[in-house]
């Protein structure tokens, strides 16, 4: 399988950290969103211009979760994409969270500390950071209750879901994310942190 990514993506990043657990490895297509080239190779396999976007034969996927899931789907003896009903649905809720409320708090953030200046020479927006701030916030706050008596997302080990979740947090510290106050979401932060797939998907810059 081919998986076009790039290391800056956290949502490629979701996708590394469910493949790595998974013991699947990609042939990688690297894509600079910064180039001409790549954005044309990048429009030929996602109309939506986006990464990461999964090729198994004449199969194209776009979407990091539909990708997580399917890679998950394909792996016999898994246990990070429950079976049972219940089980699935919980996984699939926080994914779906994921990509809806939380990694979009964090994209303010990271757009405004991090990529604004590289992409425009700007400044960050103490307006545009105020509201990334507020609705971090008000995610991390439903994280950090949901954290307060467990140590996975769904169940008693870790799955699908707290990889799409923690994926974004990956610029914790570069995006200066104001999470001091979440301690319970801190503390599982800190244990994705220990699983070899973290550790196997880190990227220097
Ligand atoms: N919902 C999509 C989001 C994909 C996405 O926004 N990817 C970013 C990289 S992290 C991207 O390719 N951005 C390029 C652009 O928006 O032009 C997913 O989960 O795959």
Known sequence: MQLYYNHYSSNTRRVLLAADHLGIAFDLIEINLASQ???????????????????????????????????ADGTPGQTVWPQARQA??????????????????????????????????????????????????????????????????????????????????????KARLPLDDYPHLLAWFGRVRELPAWRNTEHAW
């Open 37 to 71: 080239d790549d954005r044309r190779r990048l429009a030929e396999v996602n109309a939506n211009s986006k990464l990461p976007v999964l090729i198994d034969g004449d199969f194209i996927l776009w979407e990091s979760c539909a990708i997580m899931q399917y890679l």
């Open 88 to 173: 699935r649905a919980d996984a699939s809720r926080w994914m779906f969270w994921a990509c809806q409320h939380f990694a979009p708090a964090i994209g303010v953030l990271t757009w405004e500390h991090i990529w604004k200046k590289f992409v425009t020479g700007l400044e960050a927006d103490a307006n545009e950071v105020a509201r990334g701030e507020s609705e971090l916030a008000d995610t991390a706050r439903v994280l950090d209750a949901h954290l307060a008596t467990r140590r996975w997302l769904v169940g008693d080990a870790v799955t699908l879901a707290d990889f799409a979740v923690v994926a974004p947090l990956m610029y914790k510290d």
